[in-house]
């Protein structure tokens, strides 16, 4: 206890340094009064000690006593309202322990000489004032025992050893009653000084408990509302950010912010470059968006901005970000070349209310990345009704499915030379329940956003195996870009035909040359996996992709299909006209037959073939038909 208590060199923890505050506060307001209660008691004996000694001792050495002890007294008061300084601490309270042996040593020497040259009775008084004083420093003392101690001995022994010693049996009655009170009040200070350390680590521990439970609810808070990876705030702050401002009525701009190509990244170069990307994009972003506003992690390659400006304002910082973003990112081996698109949405023009502005940030987006890359997109009524129609579409779209209510229909194609229908095109046609006719541009988009796509495509095509299966002739089906990226797309549809006997020589799968892009790898590899099923392959809208040469030379078409765009403006324009001749002639060079998509006219369909054009489909021959229709036709076209 004596040794946690003692103002040691060192600070050796926060506990201790609290311990030895806590010391230096209660001696400042005790030791002034101990000081004064020395001087009461000085001043006593000095009384009691009048014409026993001499001038020096009964009043000389009080005043000296006094003096000390009133300049130590003073040292104290001058620190009553100061804060003290940790490292100074432990040098006060060993200067105060210095003193309290001086001064104790003078006292109880003086009491000696005083007590050797008085009678009995003085005797008595002077020990009884002596021991009295010592006993009231020791209190005043109590926080720093040592001290009090050191007080008790020195000041009190001397006498109390007269007492013990002397012949008189008054006299050590009197020197054993002190030794037992001595005694006494030791232990309750030993004790007293323990309740104080106790009650200081408990009130220290308490105090480091709070500073504990304060820091993990900072931490919590920072977790709560901030990302971990970015540290930006994230949708949680960005949401309360928002409630706050629009409550406070002011107008401002909403920016949500998706990076172009960034999983691309992550997938080559892996995780680790893609959250040092973020990062990267996080410090820019707040460098752009700088006094103008906040910035947010929503979440995956996701942002946000809060602007505190109106349209114009929030354009601008749009237009600041998608060009800041466009700019390379330097990583320590390679650079990341990426994009930004942001959509933006206005308070109060857009909406009142948060969800709702939030939202119509995301339809902008949406609008945004629809357009293009690296592209903005403000917010406008119209959007939302688009929005809200395809969210419409695709739930009743996979009700539709659900039920069987999309159907294939069938558009002949025919020979140039003969007019024989030598196939069918397989297209997906859905009335809604109201009687709508809704188009394939319409629901086949939204069909390939939600997933939906190869269950749309293995259904029409398994319910066009069960209805053509009588036929001599093949049929075509389109497949989506993003069927070709599935390793299992060509056993699917392999089952399909398996189940329904269709023979695989009757299918046609046509692909554009737009999906051989996004993939090229996994393109190659369904479409060599469905070649060698037996499956014949048509390349789709040629001529209005990219790499055509290289597709041609690349993979085992078995013709070639030239869009509908270049063959309805054959008639008009004569650089169509020549587009379309070096088509055919490319194909008949490379042994490919090629069918014409989009004759109108009869007159379209002899150029064609003058051209040398194999096979063509359009609305001349005939538009899309159901099953019913289609076999009607060829029974009516049977001889009776």
């Not at 010693?165 to 008054?170: I, Q």
């Not at 439970?213 to 705030?233: F, I, K, N, S």
């Amino acid at each position: 206890m004596l040794r946690r208590a003692s103002p040691a060199v060192g600070i050796r923890s926060e506990q201790d340094q609290a311990i030895l505050v806590e010391q230096f506060r209660a001696l400042r307001q005790q030791v002034p009064l101990m000081y004064a209660l020395m001087l009461v008691d000085a001043t006593f004996l000095s009384f009691a000690s009048q014409g026993t000694v001499s001038a020096w001792w009964s009043l000389a050495m009080p005043v000296v006593l006094a003096l000390l002890g009133g300049l130590r007294a003073a040292f104290w008061l001058r620190r009553r309202n100061v804060a003290p300084d940790p490292e100074m601490i432990p040098r006060y309270l060993l200067g105060t322990t210095i003193v309290a042996v001086v001064l104790s040593l003078g006292f109880g020497g003086w009491g000696l000489v005083l007590y050797v040259q008085a009678d009995l009775v003085r005797r008595a008084c002077i020990a009884l004032y002596i021991f009295i004083g010592a006993i009231s420093c020791c209190y005043c003392l109590q926080s720093l025992p040592r001290a009090g101690h050191i007080v008790l001995v020195c000041g009190a022994a001397p006498v109390t050893l007269c007492l013990l010693f002397s012949a008189d049996w008054f006299l050590r009655g009197v020197g054993f009653n002190i030794v037992v009170v001595t005694t006494v009040i030791l232990r309750m200070l030993r004790a007293s000084h323990a309740g104080f350390i106790e009650v200081l680590t408990s009130r220290a521990d308490m105090a480091a408990e709070q500073r504990r439970a304060q820091g993990a609810e900072q931490r919590a808070h920072q977790l709560a509302y901030h990302d971990p990876l970015t540290g930006l705030p994230n949708r949680r702050a960005l949401a309360e950010a928002l409630d706050t401002r629009m409550a406070g009525g002011a107008p401002l701009g909403l920016l949500i912010i998706d990076l172009d190509r960034f999983k691309s990244i992550n997938d080559v170069h892996g995780h680790p470059a893609g959250d040092q990307l973020l990062r990267d994009v996080a410090a820019r972003l707040s460098a752009v968006v700088g006094g103008q506003g906040s910035s947010y992690r929503l979440g995956g390659d996701e942002f946000a901005v809060i602007i505190d400006a109106e349209g114009e304002g929030a354009r601008r910082a749009a237009h600041s970000i998608v060009h800041a973003m466009r700019k390379p990112f330097a990583a320590p081996d390679l650079v990341h070349h990426i994009g930004a698109s942001v959509g933006i949405s206005l308070y109060p023009n857009d909406a009142l209310d948060r969800e709702t502005l939030m939202r119509r940030a995301d339809i902008a987006l949406y609008k945004a990345k629809q357009s293009g890359r690296s592209r903005l997109c403000a917010f406008e009524p119209l959007l939302d009704a688009e929005i809200r129609r395809r969210a419409e579409i695709e739930r009743e779209l996979r009700e539709a499915m659900a039920s069987d209510a999309l159907v294939p229909y069938y558009q002949p194609i025919v020979a140039l030379a003969s007019g024989a229908v030598v196939g069918y095109e397989l297209l997906a046609r859905w009335q809604r329940g109201d009687g709508e006719d809704i188009g394939p541009e319409q629901f086949i988009p939204i069909a390939e956003e939600c997933g939906l796509i190869d269950a749309l495509m293995l259904r029409l095509l398994r319910r066009a195996c069960r209805e053509t299966r009588g036929w001599e002739v093949s049929i075509s089906i389109n497949v989506s870009p993003i069927q070709l990226k599935d390793p299992w797309f060509s056993q699917k549809v392999l089952a399909v035909l398996t189940r329904e006997r269709f023979p695989p020589q009757r299918l046609t799968i046509e692909i554009t040359e737009n999906a051989l892009i996004v993939d090229a790898e996994s393109a190659q590899q369904t479409i060599a996996s469905l070649k060698n099923q037996g499956i014949q392959l048509a390349l789709d809208d040629f001529g209005t992709g990219y790499s055509s040469l290289k597709h041609l030379q690349m993979l085992p078409f078995d013709r070639l299909k030239i869009d509908r765009s270049f063959v309805t403006s054959m008639e008009r324009d004569p650089q169509a006209l020549r587009l379309v001749h070096a088509i055919i002639t490319l194909a008949s060079t490379l042994d490919l037959p090629v069918v014409a998509e989009g004759i109108e006219s009869a007159s379209t369909a002899r150029t064609l073939a003058g051209l040398g054009c194999a096979m063509g489909q359009g609305f001349h021959y005939g538009h899309p038909m159901p099953v019913a229709q289609i076999e009607a036709l060829a029974a009516a076209a049977q001889p009776a």
